[in-house]
Structures are given as C-alpha cells and as structure tokens.
C-alpha cells in the first residue's frame, strides 16, 4: 500500500495564481482532511471530509475550496493565491472519525507564494 | 472551547535519559488526546491515543503517555532516549460536539538528542 500520497511536493505560484493540490489514500478510508503547517502554530484544520460527495469545513477555511468526487481522492484548490498562503499543507485520512481514530499523514506539499 | 498547550518549544536530552514532553489541554467535552511524531520532512506519525480506555497510554518506540484528568495534562515520556527519537512532537485533542468533530493541534515541541 503506498497510504496517502500528494502531488506536488514543490510548487512556487505567484500572487493571483491558482492551483490544485491532489490527495489519494489506497486503504478505503472514509474520512480525509487538509491542514496546513507554519511555523511555530502546529497543524491547523482546513477542510475535511467524512464520506465521498461530501466536504466540511475546518478551522481555516477561507481562500481554499475542497471537492471529494471519488472516496480515495480530496482535492485542495486555491482560486487566487496570496502569499499568507505560503505555507506546507498535508492531507490526511482515517477509517472513522479523528476523534477516535489514528489519522494517517501524507507527507506534505511546500507551497510558496510570491 | 478546546485548546491544547505545550509548555516546552524545545527540549534537550543526552542519549540514554530520560525524556518528558509536556502537554496540558482543555475540554468541554470529554476529549480524545493523541501524540504524532514528524521527522524533518515527512509526514506525522502517531506514536499513541488516549480514547477513554486506560489512562497510561503505551506506544511505539517504547513512549508511553498518562492521561490526567485532575491536572488536565497528558504528559509524554519515554525512559532512555535514543538518538532517533530527535524530531518534534505534537500534542493533539480531538472532541466530538453537536457542533461536529474538532481537532487542535499544540504547536510542537522539538526534541534534541546529544550524543
């Protein structure tokens, strides 16, 4: 099983730019999730997901849009970048709910915004 | 509300001593409490849980984890550090609310092994 892979790891955009970030778990999870890391704040919830169609949103929501069409997939898209969008995003997965459940971690796209 | 403190940024032990990573949180809910693992560009690992089962929580790598509920602290600790175990650590509560489902993470302690 390869778990939770991400694609890119790298990408520098400029401001006003958009792109996709994509998520894929091979281990039928039905939970997924997208947080973002900087320094010195731990990771911090964007959106998630508890089932394929549908999507939540986190602690961080605003300048990021979610879409989860197929169960193993959840994508992060950003429509205009900015650079308090720099930052390492990971996405990850759990059977159930993170609240009781491990989740499982990819490992992380380092995004910068210029 | 839900919060979770680590009370050490970093922390710094000799191979073979012991190691203490401190963790308080708080809850209006009975929490889930968590602790990952993240290597220098990798992912994170969970090295163990806390779902309301014992409150001394085993893990991997020979950690362990106590769940306090008097003092609001679930304090890491593992008896003799090995030189692998240098990374940095996070504290995680997850609640289940009528809200939703919440997870907050702590910002982290790194860990430093010397030789």
């Known amino acids: 099983n390869a778990g939770v892979t991400q694609t890119p790891k790298f990408r520098v955009l400029k401001t006003g730019q958009s792109m996709t970030l994509l998520c894929a778990q091979d281990?039928?999870?039905?939970?997924m999730y997208w947080y973002r890391q900087d320094p010195g704040m731990g990771l911090r919830l964007i959106h998630y997901s508890v089932g394929e169609g549908t999507t939540a949103k986190g602690e961080v929501p605003d300048g990021y849009n979610v879409s989860r069409l197929k169960k193993q997939n959840f994508l992060l898209g950003l429509e205009s970048a900015a650079p308090s969008q720099t930052s390492v995003y990971f996405c990850?997965?759990?059977?159930?709910?993170?609240?009781?459940?491990?989740?499982?971690f990819g490992p992380g796209t380092r995004l910068t915004v210029l | 509300a839900q919060s979770v403190t680590q009370l050490d940024s970093h922390v710094s032990v000799s191979e073979g001593t012991p190691v203490l990573l401190r963790c308080n949180y708080s809850?209006?809910?009975?929490?889930?409490l968590f602790w990952y693992v993240q290597h220098p560009n990798k992912g994170l690992q969970l090295l163990l849980k806390y779902t309301s089962a014992a409150t001394l929580v085993k893990g991997i790598n020979g950690f362990e984890a106590e769940f306090k509920k008097s003092e609001t602290s679930f304090h890491l600790t593992k008896p003799s550090a090995h030189m692998s175990d240098a990374a940095e650590y996070f504290c995680v509560v997850s609640v289940l609310n009528t809200g939703g489902f919440k997870t907050i993470f702590g910002a982290g302690t790194r860990l430093f092994v010397k030789a």
């Open positions: 281990m039928n999870h039905e939970y």
């Open positions: 990850a997965s759990s059977p159930g709910t993170g609240v009781f459940d491990e989740q499982f």
């Open positions: 809850s209006s809910y009975s929490p889930s």
